[in-house]
């Protein structure tokens, strides 16, 4: 089971920082990411990283913004996310799979899915 928590209100240009950690299962095995579905929206792949952390991607829209990383030893994936704009209002979901990486990032190679944390930025 994976817990994100994180999420709430934040203005234009702030910052929040999302966690996700697993209860029972170790995450080292798994490609870890974000996806995020905003109100009227398809969901999206926001964010994915390798299992050593050695490779990652970013969907075009939240390059130099957001950064993704990983503590294998806690169990736990972090998204950082700057300078937020209104359209990065969403639920963000904390994903997992074994096939999920850098280069297979879509919702295919999600096998895991977390409960989802909203993300709200106002203007």
């Known amino acids: 089971q994976l817990q994100a928590c994180g999420g709430g209100l934040v203005q234009v240009g702030g910052s929040l920082r999302l966690s996700c950690a697993a209860s029972?299962?170790?995450?080292?095995?798994?490609?870890m990411g974000w996806f995020r579905q905003a109100p009227g929206k398809e969901r999206e792949t926001v964010t994915t990283?390798?299992?050593?952390?050695?490779?990652?991607y970013y969907t075009d829209s939240v390059k130099g913004r957001f950064t993704i990383s990983r503590d294998n030893a806690k169990n736990t994936v972090y998204l950082q996310m700057n300078n937020l704009k209104p359209e990065d209002t969403a639920v963000y979901y904390c994903?997992?799979?074994?096939?999920?990486?850098?280069?297979?990032?879509?919702?295919?190679?999600?096998?895991?899915w977390g409960q989802g944390t909203l993300v709200t930025v106002s203007s």
């Open positions: 994903v997992a799979g074994l096939g999920l990486s850098s280069r297979t990032y879509s919702g295919t190679y999600v096998q895991y």
């Open positions: 029972e299962r170790t995450l080292s095995r798994y490609g």
């Open positions: 990283i390798s299992r050593s952390s050695d490779s990652t």
